[in-house]
């Protein structure tokens, strides 16, 4: 298992860590991935932290990588908007992460009247964000999302995701955006165009069925569903489409 494949792609939230506790077997597996000179990739829908904020979380649970192997919806939605959307403007909401992904890719943001609104989660959401977002949209302005999660696993519990509020501006305007994150293809493409490496090398190791795992499924690559995050085994079980691989703990992989 573990030499079959080159690319790793670990989701964060719920799977190398629930919030500010790290998931001690996850922390495992990548030393020992590392001890044989593989470089996971950390892969998340997750728009509100920096590479280097991501980095020093993965950090501070004993978890060493460079800014090359930290993939976030929030840089995919820069990239994808550089790429598709060249010299657009953009309203954003979102925190750090997204921020500063817009600006790495020369993106400029505006206030008012943009071509495009692109909304991740902002842990400071307000009514008057929500109501220019929805006036963009209604005058116009694309909507891109980066990730549809209607929730996150933190230390308490589950919390409302970037998905909630997108959501609720699109039931208001009733215009559906494009999502970025997982399920969709943007982020797993975007890792093989930079690793160069092949389908059949990719692995995808996620706690959510609807995001990481129907990701993999789609892609065409090998899935691993770990217990313990947003989805139960027991609710995996159930799917039509199973993952390649069910664990109800990383450690069954050492
Ligand atoms: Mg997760």
């Given at each position: 298992m573990?030499?079959?494949?080159?690319?790793?792609?670990?989701?964060?939230?719920?799977?190398v860590y629930h919030g500010t506790e790290p998931v001690q077997a996850a922390v495992e597996?990548?030393?020992?991935?590392?001890?044989?000179?593989?470089?996971?990739?950390?892969?998340?829908?997750?728009?509100?932290?920096?590479?280097?904020?991501?980095?020093?979380?993965?950090?501070?649970?004993?978890i060493r990588t460079k800014l090359e192997y930290v993939v976030t919806s929030a840089l995919v939605a820069a990239h994808y908007c550089r790429e598709n959307l060249p010299g657009k403007t953009v309203q954003m909401i979102g925190e750090a992460g997204l921020a500063a992904a817009l600006e790495a890719e020369g993106i400029q943001q505006v206030e008012t009247s943009p071509d495009l609104v692109v909304m991740g989660i902002d842990r400071d959401i307000t009514y008057e964000k929500l109501a220019q977002a929805c006036l963009a949209i209604r005058?116009?302005?694309?909507?891109?999302?980066?990730?549809?999660?209607?929730?996150?696993?933190?230390?308490?519990?589950?919390?409302?995701?970037?998905?909630?509020?997108?959501?609720?501006?699109?039931?208001?305007?009733?215009?559906?955006?494009?999502?970025?994150?997982?399920?969709?293809?943007?982020?797993?493409?975007y890792i093989r165009e930079k690793s160069g490496c092949e389908k059949k090398d990719m692995v995808l190791i996620g706690d959510n069925y609807d995001t990481d795992i129907l990701a993999g499924i789609r892609y065409g690559i090998t899935t691993i569903h770990v217990n313990g995050g947003v989805t139960s085994s027991e609710e995996v079980r159930e799917k039509e489409r199973q993952p390649n691989y069910l664990l109800s703990n990383l450690a069954e992989l050492h």
């Open positions: 573990m030499e079959a494949f080159t690319a790793y792609c670990f989701d964060l939230d719920g799977t597996l990548i030393a020992k991935l590392q001890e044989n000179s593989i470089e996971p990739y950390y892969i998340t829908n997750n728009s509100s932290a920096t590479p280097e904020q991501v980095v020093e979380k993965l950090a501070g649970f004993g005058g116009g302005a694309k909507f891109i999302a980066t990730n549809g999660d209607k929730a996150i696993p933190t230390e308490r519990g589950l919390v409302p995701g970037a998905g909630s509020f997108v959501k609720l501006v699109e039931f208001s305007t009733g215009v559906s955006p494009i999502f970025m994150g997982k399920p969709e293809a943007y982020m797993l493409d």
